[in-house]
């Protein structure tokens, strides 16, 4: 396998670390600010676990895309649709609504950085 994979695979596995632990401080402590820089992360979880895909599927790295709807073109070329629906998901809850708008519900958000886990898992042991 690949380093860039490897690379990308670990960023993930260390963002998701970072956000599970600071949305459990976030919700102890009732505190937003902490909550929405956890859904940030649990994001950029997601968002290096994409690449990783996509380079284990052989897009190289200057092509990787950039927005989400290059993004979403690729993971209906590489995805299952279990991933696409974390994929889509994860962007609604966490990056939309919890990040950015701060709509912030502790237990729906610990759900789906379950969810966010089970991406990586997928992509990182080959279930596309």
Same mark, same amino acid.
Do not use: Q
């Given at each position: 396998?690949?380093?860039?994979?490897?690379?990308?695979?670990?960023?993930?596995?260390?963002?998701?670390?970072?956000?599970?632990?600071?949305?459990?401080? +976030?919700?102890?402590?009732?505190?937003?600010?902490? +909550?929405?820089?956890?859904?940030?992360?649990?994001?950029? +979880?997601? &968002? #290096?676990?994409?690449?990783?895909?996509?380079?284990?599927?052989?897009?190289?790295?200057?092509?990787?895309?950039?927005?989400?709807?290059?993004? #979403?073109?690729?993971?209906?070329?590489?995805?299952?649709?279990?991933?696409?629906? @974390?994929?889509?998901?994860?962007?609604?809850? @966490?990056?939309? +609504?919890?990040?950015?708008?701060? &709509? @912030?519900?502790?237990?729906?958000?610990?759900?789906?950085?379950?969810?966010?886990?089970?991406?990586?898992?997928?992509?990182? #042991?080959?279930?596309?």
């Amino acid at each position: 396998m690949g380093e860039m994979f490897k690379d990308y695979i670990k960023k993930a596995e260390t963002f998701y670390k970072e956000a599970v632990k600071e949305l459990k401080e +976030a919700k102890s402590k009732k505190n937003e600010v902490k +909550a929405r820089d956890a859904c940030g992360k649990a994001w950029l +979880a997601i &968002d #290096n676990a994409s690449k990783a895909l996509f380079v284990k599927s052989g897009i190289k790295e200057k092509e990787l895309p950039k927005n989400y709807r290059g993004v #979403n073109y690729l993971l209906g070329k590489f995805a299952t649709r279990e991933l696409r629906r @974390i994929y889509d998901a994860s962007y609604g809850k @966490i990056h939309i +609504a919890g990040y950015y708008n701060g &709509d @912030i519900d502790y237990n729906l958000l610990e759900e789906r950085f379950e969810d966010v886990k089970e991406y990586i898992s997928g992509i990182k #042991n080959g279930i596309k």
